[in-house]
């Protein structure tokens, strides 16, 4: 299987984005996945989740309240849509099929005024 994401770009602080990734090869609509965030020579970390049931989610602090996954099985796409983004937030997001070694080639997301 693999993912592609996309949506990412320059934008400004209290700017929005929504991030996309596109899964193949794999049955998408049972399969769980996440969104990872590596800022710049920081490791990887967790961002949120969505399992195959839509409205179970999972999303780490700094995601809460800002940023909400979503998925549409019928399009095979994840999506995370970010809000009042902050310069904190720069750095390349990756889509990660949980459970699985299926990683996207990474979106880049640039946070600056």
């Known amino acids: 299987g693999r993912l592609v994401e996309s949506g990412g770009g320059s934008v400004q602080p209290g700017d929005s984005l929504r991030l996309s990734c596109v899964g193949a090869g794999f049955p998408f609509s049972g399969a769980a996945f996440s969104w990872y965030h590596q800022a710049p020579g920081k490791e990887r970390k967790h961002v949120a989740t969505i399992y195959s049931t839509p409205t179970l989610t999972e999303y780490s602090d700094s995601a809460k309240g800002r940023f909400t996954i979503s998925r549409n099985n019928r399009e095979n796409t994840v999506y995370l849509q970010m809000t009042n983004l902050k310069p904190e937030d720069t750095g390349v997001y990756y889509c990660?099929?949980?459970?699985?070694?299926?990683w996207g080639q990474g979106t880049k997301v640039t946070v600056s005024s």
């Open positions: 990660h099929r949980k459970n699985y070694a299926t």
